[in-house]
């Protein structure tokens, strides 16, 4: 059974950091792809970035430049590291594990999801 928990979400003014931390219990985890998303009330959900090794990830255009994803596969976790954070930002972030990739290209979302971090970014 995989299960996902997030962590480090909070109320940040704009133009602060916040980290999220997402730890996985799942076996080979290094195989999978890992992502974040995002839902802003009224919203869909949105891909905020994704990660399968260090040289394979990329963000949504919205926050190339601010955000970082990485990942630790002995520790089973991956991280979102949020700067220069805007009002715009603020949504429930999620962890998905299993993203489907093909050639660089987010096909879809994996089935497994966390149970979400409230972020809110104040003006």
């Known amino acids: 059974q995989v299960q996902l928990v997030e962590s480090g979400g909070g109320l940040v003014e704009s133009g602060g950091s916040l980290r999220l931390s997402c730890t996985a219990s799942?076996?080979?985890?290094?195989?999978?792809?890992m992502g974040w998303y995002r839902q802003a009330p009224g919203k869909q959900r949105e891909l905020v970035a994704w990660i399968i090794s260090g040289d394979s990830l990329n963000y949504a255009d919205s926050v190339k430049g601010r955000f970082t994803i990485s990942r630790d596969n002995a520790k089973k976790t991956v991280d979102l590291q949020m700067d220069s954070l805007k009002p715009e930002d603020t949504a429930i972030y999620y962890c998905?594990?299993?993203?489907?990739?093909?050639?660089?290209?987010?096909?879809?979302?994996?089935?497994?999801w966390g149970q979400g971090t409230q972020v809110t970014v104040s003006s």
């Open positions: 799942m076996n080979m985890f290094n195989l999978h792809a």
């Open positions: 998905n594990a299993g993203v489907s990739v093909l050639g660089g290209k987010v096909l879809g979302p994996g089935s497994h």
